[in-house]
């Protein structure tokens, strides 16, 4: 079920994938990157001299059906979106079968999708894949399967940039009351003992949670078998078990307006999506 409001992600980085509507050039595709979908579809169907593409403009009505998001900036997403449009000259795709003469454009580029988020550095990415098109999802559901730390999302989506002064609880490295004696107090690292600045810590998603510590020494921990990125861990100070880009999310203020319960619940539940 659609959800009526669209949802409000901080630091926003998506790549979106379009379909015609236009009976003329029904079945055509355009994969684009954007920082606010609601803005970008409307530049795409009020044509090139609104800020649409010249690909799509005089061919609209288009519809955003699909958009990957979570990248950390803006570089991650146009290296994810040149290789989605460009796969047998990506180095990383070229293991891909190239489209057949029978196949739809759109259902080769979902077949590419796939593979993107199976493969590196993708894969280790925390990344969201969200059908915006509820109706039109049903007929490709099954078709991509995302590593298990990527929730498949269903609805709209819509960007909003991050204000420190409007932090709550949830999203709060620290609760106000101890990040009022942080700042009075020096921090220490809990995994190595040693002194640090309030930017370069990273603390649990749950509230009550006490940990305190280095971005890269909570990396460390949570790295296995040579990852280069770490995916989850648990949690040394709480034992709940986290996925990464949970707390990168937190740490760059995304969990705002989220009550302590979801926030838990999306932790607690993250292998089960």
């Not at 759109?106 to 990344?127: A, H, N, Q």
């Not at 004696?181 to 220490?188: Q, V």
């Not at 034992?239 to 979801?262: A, F, P």
């Amino acid at each position: 079920m659609m959800e009526e409001e669209p949802e409000v992600v901080e630091h926003f980085f998506g790549v979106y994938l379009l379909y015609c509507m236009n009976p003329r050039y029904k079945g055509r595709t355009y994969i684009g990157y954007t920082v606010d979908p609601k803005r970008r579809i409307k530049q795409h169907n009020a044509g090139k001299k609104h800020g649409g593409a010249w690909k799509t403009s005089k061919r609209g009505p288009w519809n955003m059906v699909l958009i990957i998001h979570g990248f950390p900036n803006s570089t991650s997403a146009l290296r994810f979106e040149w290789a989605w449009q460009h796969p047998h000259v990506s180095r990383r795709l070229k293991h891909i079968p190239k489209k057949k003469s029978s196949q739809r454009v759109f259902d080769f580029y979902l077949t590419v999708l796939s593979e993107m988020l199976k493969i590196g550095p993708w894969c280790r990415l925390p990344l969201t894949m969200r059908w915006l098109d509820y109706e039109f999802s049903k007929n490709y559901y099954g078709h991509i399967s995302p590593p298990l730390h990527m929730p498949i999302c269903y609805g709209k989506v819509t960007s909003c940039k991050a204000k420190q002064t409007q932090r709550t609880k949830t999203n709060n490295v620290l609760s106000q009351e101890s990040n009022m004696i942080a700042k009075e107090s020096p921090l220490f690292c809990s995994l190595c003992g040693s002194s640090m600045i309030e930017e370069d810590f990273v603390g649990c998603v749950r509230t009550n949670c006490l940990l305190i510590a280095h971005l890269i020494c909570l990396a460390k921990l949570f790295c296995k078998d040579g990852m280069i990125l770490p995916i989850e861990g648990t949690c040394p100070a709480c034992k709940t078990n986290v996925l990464w880009g949970d707390l990168i999310r937190k740490k760059n203020g995304c969990y705002q307006g989220l009550s302590e319960t979801n926030t838990d619940s999306h932790s607690s539940d993250s292998d089960d999506i």
